[in-house]
């Protein structure tokens, strides 16, 4: 069965310092990938996707993902963290032709000034 | 451009009940998603709708029913509400099925 991993439920990093968010996913061919976020009681924000093509990509807020193949893996990364990044963070996976996304237990990011 | 809405925002329902959740997709949107997410949990399918017709069903009991109308927009029914269907309805629009933009959801409580 296809299935999403973030294997870390809570992740606490200082302003100002990198961020790293995993995501693993389990799918035989190559999915369509997603990460969003979610601030407390709302709704979900698209940070950045990848079909095809270059292997890293950028997103909003500063993010990027780098899919990795081989690892089956999508990990979210961004350089300098702001206090407002502190929020909920999804990795999805829509295997392509089925319709629906298959998400992650997400990772809750705490910021410290 | 407005985003996806959904109605009500919040709503609290006793058990055995029934309750209809609404939405509207982005303008051009012809796709409809709902996800159920429980707390501390990502969003799980429930149903997408295309040009009004279902495309895809997750794995939920029959109770849980949709529909799609010809202005795109969706309605979500849930029958003989359990506890356990308390949780944050979200909606989602597409214009091609690959990327969804989620509306703010909608908070039931079961009680």
């Known amino acids: 069965a296809q299935s999403v991993t973030q294997p870390d439920i809570h992740i606490t990093v200082s302003e100002g310092a990198s961020l790293e968010l995993r995501c693993n996913y389990s799918?035989?061919?190559?999915?369509?990938l997603f990460w969003y976020v979610q601030s407390p009681g709302q709704g979900l924000q698209l940070l950045l996707k990848?079909?095809?093509?270059?292997?890293l990509v950028q997103g909003i807020k500063g993010f990027e993902a780098e899919f990795k193949r081989s690892q089956s893996s999508f990990n979210l990364r961004k350089p300098s963290v702001h206090w407002s990044d502190a929020a909920e963070y999804f990795c999805?996976?829509?295997?392509?032709?089925?319709?629906?996304?298959?998400f992650g237990t997400g990772t809750r990011l705490k910021v410290l000034a | 451009d407005a985003g996806v809405t959904q109605s009500p925002t919040h709503l609290i329902k006793t058990r055995g009940q029934q309750v209809t959740l609404r939405c509207s997709p982005i303008?051009?949107?012809?796709?409809v998603s709902w996800y159920q997410q429980v707390l501390g949990q990502g969003p799980q399918f429930i149903f997408q709708?295309?040009?009004?017709?279902?495309?895809g069903r997750g794995n939920f009991p029959d109770r849980f029913s949709a529909r799609q109308f010809p202005n795109y927009s969706s309605e979500l029914n849930v029958n003989a509400l359990l506890l356990g269907d308390s949780a944050l309805y979200l909606c989602?629009?597409?214009?091609?099925?690959?990327?969804?933009?989620f509306g703010p959801g909608t908070r039931l409580t079961v009680t």
């Open positions: 989602a629009s597409s214009p091609n099925s690959y990327e969804q933009y």
């Open positions: 799918y035989g061919a190559t999915p369509y």
């Open positions: 990848y079909f095809s093509g270059d292997t």
């Open positions: 999805a996976v829509d295997s392509s032709g089925t319709y629906k996304y298959i």
């Open positions: 303008s051009g949107h012809k796709s």
């Open positions: 709708y295309y040009e009004k017709e279902e495309r």
